[in-house]
């Protein structure tokens, strides 16, 4: 059983060793998804962390120091909250997954605030949709465990996307999912976009 504490730190600090001192700053552009091209080291732990916290909820994951550890140590450029607001909204990868789920937490909102990935004011989440006041923040953690098939979405919330279009987007993760891609390469250079082929199922 790997929803324990120390499973997750294990996850976590095994993303730690796999950090580099000089990422490339990461692109939020829609067309390019830099994902498949990380090393398998880091997409393990990665795709483990993304379904214990879709399955039971990402508090550990933020007890853990995920974001302190990881994901505030990526490359998100000179403007950090807006790229990684960026990356949110465009990507569909395990990152972007653990990303909305952490921002579907109060614990993991305070994280990400804390390191800097949120923009500055607040970020509309679902007690603020009947005019609360932020009394009922404490009880966000028992409203029952985020997952990718949640109401919050704040990445797409903030654009005015309404549950119709979030269906959509879910059913883009599940094909991105599934998607196939080849890489060709004869080693002569650095792998680009150029040398990866997709093609959804």
Request: hydrophobic share 35%; aromatic share 6%; with cysteine.
């Given at each position: 059983m790997?929803?324990?504490?120390?499973?997750?730190?294990?996850?976590?600090?095994?993303?730690?060793?796999?950090?580099?001192?000089?990422?490339?700053?990461?692109?939020?552009?829609?067309?390019?998804?830099?994902?498949?091209?990380?090393?398998?080291?880091e997409?393990?732990?990665?795709?483990?962390?993304?379904?214990?916290?879709?399955?039971?909820?990402?508090?550990?994951?933020?007890?853990?120091?995920?974001?302190?550890?990881?994901?505030?140590?990526?490359?998100?450029?000179?403007?950090?909250?807006?790229?990684?607001?960026?990356?949110?909204?465009?990507?569909?990868?395990?990152?972007?997954?653990?990303?909305?789920?952490?921002?579907?937490?109060?614990?993991?909102?305070?994280?990400?605030?804390?390191?800097?990935?949120?923009?500055q004011?607040?970020?509309?989440?679902?007690?603020?949709?009947?005019?609360?006041?932020?009394?009922?923040?404490?009880?966000?953690?028992?409203?029952?465990?985020?997952?990718?098939?949640?109401?919050?979405?704040?990445?797409?919330?903030?654009?005015?996307?309404d549950?119709?279009?979030?269906?959509?987007?879910?059913?883009?993760?599940?094909?991105?999912?599934?998607?196939?891609?080849?890489?060709?390469?004869?080693?002569?250079?650095?792998?680009?976009?150029?040398?990866?082929?997709?093609?959804?199922?």
């Amino acid at each position: 059983m790997l929803h324990t504490w120390k499973a997750y730190t294990a996850l976590v600090r095994s993303l730690e060793l796999c950090l580099e001192p000089n990422q490339e700053e990461l692109d939020p552009d829609r067309s390019w998804d830099e994902y498949p091209l990380r090393d398998m080291a880091e997409k393990l732990p990665l795709m483990f962390i993304c379904q214990l916290a879709g399955r039971f909820g990402a508090e550990l994951l933020v007890k853990a120091k995920f974001v302190e550890k990881w994901l505030a140590k990526q490359n998100w450029g000179a403007d950090r909250s807006s790229t990684f607001m960026d990356y949110g909204e465009h990507k569909r990868n395990r990152i972007s997954e653990i990303m909305h789920m952490l921002m579907g937490i109060q614990s993991g909102r305070a994280a990400l605030a804390e390191a800097g990935l949120l923009p500055q004011g607040p970020v509309a989440h679902h007690g603020d949709e009947t005019g609360g006041n932020g009394e009922n923040d404490e009880n966000d953690e028992n409203d029952g465990p985020p997952t990718t098939e949640r109401a919050f979405n704040p990445f797409h919330s903030r654009n005015g996307v309404d549950g119709e279009d979030d269906a959509r987007v879910l059913h883009e993760n599940r094909l991105r999912r599934n998607r196939e891609a080849m890489v060709f390469s004869d080693g002569s250079h650095p792998l680009t976009h150029d040398d990866i082929i997709q093609r959804n199922p």
